[in-house]
């Protein structure tokens, strides 16, 4: 006898709880799979997390160096100055030089 899901009767009901276990092996192996997937899914979401953090902070860096170059720029400009009008000041300075 061939059982139809709109008629059921007590003939039908093992083909019925195999096809129930069927599907319920199916659903319990679907939500082993969404959960391992969730489970990557939140590490990536980590490393990108740890990524950006990782990215913000060499900005950071870049933009100290940068301040640091810029000073050390002025402070040579300034110090070459210096040595310049301490040349023209005392010319004693460029004789000790050579």
């Known amino acids: 006898m ?3 899901p709109y008629l059921c009767s007590a003939q039908c009901l093992p083909f019925l709880q195999v096809e129930h ?3 319920e092996e199916t659903l319990e192996e679907e ?3 969404l959960s391992r997937f969730d489970t990557e899914l939140k590490e990536l ?5 740890e990524k950006k953090h990782l ?12 301040q640091d170059l810029i000073q050390l720029d002025k402070d040579r400009k300034a110090a070459v100055t210096y040595v310049a009008n301490l040349e023209k000041m005392h010319p004693w300075v460029i004789e000790d030089k050579e």
């Open 2 to 4: 061939r059982c139809s």
């Open 21 to 23: 276990a069927k599907a």
């Open 31 to 33: 939500m082993t799979t």
């Open 45 to 49: 979401d980590r490393v990108i997390k």
């Open 55 to 66: 990215i913000s902070q060499a900005d950071r860096d870049v933009e100290n160096y940068e």
